[in-house]
């Protein structure tokens, strides 16, 4: 993919750089031709929707001719480190965007701008209530709802007809779907029936699935449960079975979404974000809504676009906050393109999501909003994910009984939660 002009990935040091060139919390004047820069960094842009972002961007300097809008990207594993180099060092972008399950952190530590003074509170209606809520902190509106997406369970309708197996629907269970994947795994012409990661993000919602909870009404953990070692079980039990092992993955990465694009793979639990990039597979496929164990629990995302607390161009930012969450250019762009979903109140806009055919149950992806699990949120976030992945894999791998595995996740997890 040819990168637009505006557009290029970052790294550390050149946030310095451009900070010092382009005006930013460290320059906060205007360049020479008179225009405010804000700089925008990004990782759910790159490397499907980059086109996307840049025409956001023109939309938005036509409206906006005394503004430029200079975006950075990186890849999400690298992204929050990279943002939070650039804030400690005192070279934070402008504006950027963060996830729900990290947003907290930044709003504790003062990290962000409040925006109720730009407008947020008269600008309010433009957006679902429950995404705009769910970037507040203490009351105050410190991010902009950007995008929301959903994990569904897309399947290759082609490898099901070939096996003689019936396709998933909206009232599968995970027996039915532990059934479905054996009979679609041949090891020996390299297919596997199911992938799942065995992760932090695919074990809160299984939880939920299997009737648990994270997080108890004492704020500790509560995921060493009956409910939790089966969720746990259910993920771990795939692993060398209808599903390739840790090994076999070798820290490959994509692995999953070259094994579904190959036709390798019959079922794949992921999120929508990944319908762009299924655009040209050679074979029939199609998404349903996650099976669950005693109920239904689906994983829905949520990105937002914050202002730096330092930046020295508040009103320009959140102008560029706005339209970018919020404008009908950038709604209609991202469903175009299948770049999540923008979480505007105009149902009409997201209407328009349904008229493309491909895939053809993608009604799924509102049908999944009726159950939500979403994701539990601490301030040490990112520590909390990275505990409770490393005693899964541990489990996956084999070292630790399910059991064990839990029980030290949860020990970490209280000790983050700082009891």
Known sequence: MKTPAKLATVLAAALLATACAQGSATNPGAGADGKVTVRYFTFSAAPDHVQDLDKI?????????????????????????????????????????????????????????????????????????????????????????????????LYNKDLFEKAGVPVPTAEWTWADEKAAAEKLTDKDAGVYGDFQPV??????????????????????????????????????????????????????????????????????????????????????????????????????????????????????????????????????????????????????LLDGYLKDPVPAGRRAVFDSLESIALPPVIQRQQEMQDAVTEELTNAAAGRKPVAEALKAASAKVNELLGG
């Open 57 to 153: 961007v023109t939309a938005f300097e036509r409206q906006n001719p005394a503004i430029d809008v200079v975006v950075e990207t990186a890849p999400f594993d690298q992204y929050f480190t990279k943002l939070q180099t650039s804030i400690a060092g005192g070279t934070a972008p402008d504006t950027f965007e963060l996830n729900y399950e990290n947003f907290v952190t930044y709003a504790a530590a003062g990290s962000l701008l409040d925006l109720a003074a730009s407008g947020a509170a008269t600008d309010a209606a433009l957006y679902a209530p429950e995404s705009l809520n769910a970037f507040k902190h203490e009351g105050r509106q410190y991010a902009l709802p950007a995008s929301f997406s959903t994990v569904v369970l």
């Open 199 to 348: 992760q932090f993000f695919e074990f809160y919602k299984t939880l939920k699935q299997a009737g648990g909870e994270f997080l108890g009404a004492d704020g500790k953990a509560a995921f060493d449960s009956p409910q939790g070692v089966k969720a746990a079980e259910w993920l771990v039990s795939k692993v060398g079975t209808t599903m390739p092992t840790e090994a076999e993955i070798g820290g490959t990465a994509d692995y999953d979404t070259n094994l579904f694009k190959s036709g390798k793979l019959a079922m794949w639990h992921n999120g929508i974000w990944q319908f762009a990039g299924l655009a040209d597979v050679p074979f029939e496929w199609d998404v349903v809504v996650e099976p669950g164990d005693s109920q239904k629990a689906s994983a829905v995302f949520h990105n937002a676009v914050a202002a730096s607390a330092a930046t020295g161009h508040a009103k320009e930012a959140y102008a560029w906050a706005k339209f970018l969450s919020s404008s009908r250019v950038a709604a209609e762009t991202r469903i175009a393109s299948s770049w999540e979903l923008p979480p505007v109140a105009d149902q009409a």
